[in-house]
């Protein structure tokens, strides 16, 4: 019968567990010195070898050390607990069903002796996932253990084990087995299973796997069991739903080349096709961080990269990867990212949202047909004289324009409703308006108000009460882009969550420093008081929109009703 290599390959001593060096010489340290502690929490991420490095643990307490070995394999007790139906060390899965029942009988068995061995060993998996009932007896028993039992509780998540457990038990953390390592363990049984591989493919295994040796020989499973003759890389992005690297390359190309359209189609693909986003973001991650090096180290340049552009992607899908997981709609979300991005830095991207704030400009000079030029780009800032002439020439002049007076005034409602948000701000208000935010993704498409989406699911909600709501951006240019259209932002907001809240905006910096003061003043007993808004005069009509229901209408045409 054929066996699963991960199983086959399961380490059964302490010199086979791959990584966690530290952890296996404590144990080890602990067994030879006769200082074996009653209670044990393995944590860490999944397929790190807790529960095999607990079932090793339980095998070696109880053996006689013939030879001098920690684990002998041969004396009388190892001779019973290598036995699948061994009855002394128990194991329980407390994600199968909170662990009520198996936690009963563990209190009503645990003074018995142990049937055969020295030490009965309760191993406890996923233990975060028993219940509180379950917790409590638990603890009761681990408080007093009998001198003949041992728990060793393993979690991926120890932040949900009560701390009364936690204090209980000698912890130790399992880290992620690195990449070296495991390419190490998958030569090794790739040598034995005749299974022909490169290193270069082992090393993508370990790469994708994430520090999960169970995954990593799964995936060595699959591709081996796939083909017999050599296994290539194109061949393992294939078997598990992963681009190419032409595939990742063109990504790269179109991202700097500003192909919007182009990158939404593929997006899309990868998607329609089964493909896994995360998988394919985390890729890219891989990939991008090598071009940088191979651009400021090896000095490979293509010609079409954008250097700047490219270690902000890199960045920014370092910092998200957490989010993207966590989305109900990752390929949504990965379309946005990719063209918020797109849309703060680069000159070559047309922007759907500001096509009536820009100029198209013919660049014969330029290797693209035209290029876009956001109206507000700092003429000094350009290098190309002709290029700068036929920018002022061609300049359009938008009409609603905001003069400097009403940016202004635009800045001190903001501050105002920044102060007033502080003045009423509650956990609730910033919880109702948190549960919100994935309503906004329905609309993302949307030509009327996709653009504005965008605008809102870009920012961070900060802070929020009855009356209003802080947003913060990480850049101050789109801080005052979105402050000129604040009005706008907020009825769609609005209109979507069923809140009426006034919208104040800031940025990521600014609102540490301010979040900063509010917690000193609020220890130093100042209060914030509610403040009325400056009402933005006659001169300032074409900024706020009147809000009559046409002008309603029109914005939100069919999406919303307007009533
Ligand atoms: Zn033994």
Not at 3 to 17: I, S, T
Not at 180 to 205: A, C, G, H, P
Request: aromatic content about 8%; overall charge negative; charged content about 30%.
């Amino acid at each position: 019968m054929y066996q699963v290599l991960y199983r086959k390959y399961r380490p059964k001593n302490f010199d086979d567990v791959v990584g966690q060096k530290i952890v296996v010489k404590t144990l080890e340290n602990a067994i030879r010195n006769n200082k074996i502690s009653h209670s044990y929490i393995f944590y860490g991420p999944r397929g790190t070898g807790k529960t095999t490095l607990a079932k090793i643990m339980a095998r070696a307490v109880n053996c006689k050390h013939q030879d001098g070995k920690l684990l002998c394999d041969s004396c009388k007790n190892c001779i019973v607990s290598k036995e699948n139906e061994c009855v002394d060390i128990i194991e329980i899965d407390a994600a199968s069903n909170n662990g009520v029942d198996e936690i009963r009988e563990l209190k009503s068995k645990v003074n018995l002796v142990p049937s055969s061995l020295d030490y009965k060993i309760y191993i406890i998996d996923e233990v975060h996932m028993l219940s509180m009932g379950a917790f409590n007896a638990l603890l009761k028993t681990i408080e007093e253990p009998p001198a003949h039992s041992i728990f060793i509780l393993a979690t991926t998540e120890i932040d949900k084990v009560p701390e009364t457990i936690i204090s209980r038990c000698q912890t130790f953390s399992f880290e992620r087995v690195s990449n070296n390592d495991i390419v190490k363990r998958l030569r090794y049984v790739s040598d034995l299973e005749n299974i022909n591989i490169s290193d270069e493919v082992l090393y993508e295994i370990a790469r994708v796997s994430e520090g999960g040796m169970r995954d990593s020989l799964g995936m060595l499973d699959k591709v081996s069991i796939y083909k017999t003759a050599e296994i290539t890389l194109e061949d393992f992005y294939k078997l598990n739903s992963l681009l190419a690297e032409k595939e990742i390359k063109d990504f790269i190309k179109d991202f700097c080349l500003g192909n919007n359209k182009e990158l939404i189609k593929k997006i899309n693909d990868y998607f329609n096709s089964g493909k896994n986003i995360v998988q394919i973001a985390n890729q890219l991650v891989y990939k991008l961080s090598d071009v940088i090096v191979d651009y400021y180290i090896n000095n490979v340049k293509e010609d079409f990269f954008d250097i700047k552009l490219i270690e902000v992607l890199a960045n920014t899908l370092n910092e998200k990867m957490f989010d993207l997981k966590k989305s109900e709609h990752p390929n949504i979300y990965f379309e946005i990212m990719i063209l918020n991005i797109l849309r703060k830095l680069s000159p070559k991207s047309i922007d759907y949202e500001d096509k009536k704030n820009i100029v198209i400009v013919e660049n014969k000079n330029s290797g693209f047909d035209s290029k876009i030029v956001e109206k507000e780009i700092d003429d000094n800032n350009a290098e190309d004289e002709n290029f700068v002439e036929k920018k002022k020439s061609n300049r359009v002049v938008n009409k609603e324009e905001i003069n400097e007076e009403n940016l202004k005034l635009l800045y001190d409602i903001n501050d105002v409703r920044i102060n007033n948000t502080f003045a009423e701000a509650s956990k609730d208000a910033l919880n109702n308006h948190k549960s919100m935010f994935s309503k906004f993704s329905d609309f993302t498409f949307d030509t009327k108000i996709g653009y504005l989406i965008c605008d809102i699911m870009d920012a961070t909600l900060r802070a929020a009460s009855e009356r209003n709501i802080i947003l913060s951006y990480e850049y101050d240019s789109s801080v005052k882009k979105n402050l000129k259209n604040i009005d706008k932002i907020q009825k769609v907001y609005n209109q979507i969550t069923g809140f009426n809240v006034s919208i104040a905006l800031i940025t990521d910096e600014n609102w540490e420093k301010i979040k900063e003061e509010y917690i000193k003043n609020k220890k130093n007993g100042i209060i914030y008081e509610y403040k009325e808004e400056p009402s933005l005069d006659d001169n300032s009509e074409k900024v706020v929109d009147d809000g009559n229901s046409e002008s309603v209408i029109e914005m939100f045409g069919d999406v919303i009703e307007y009533e």
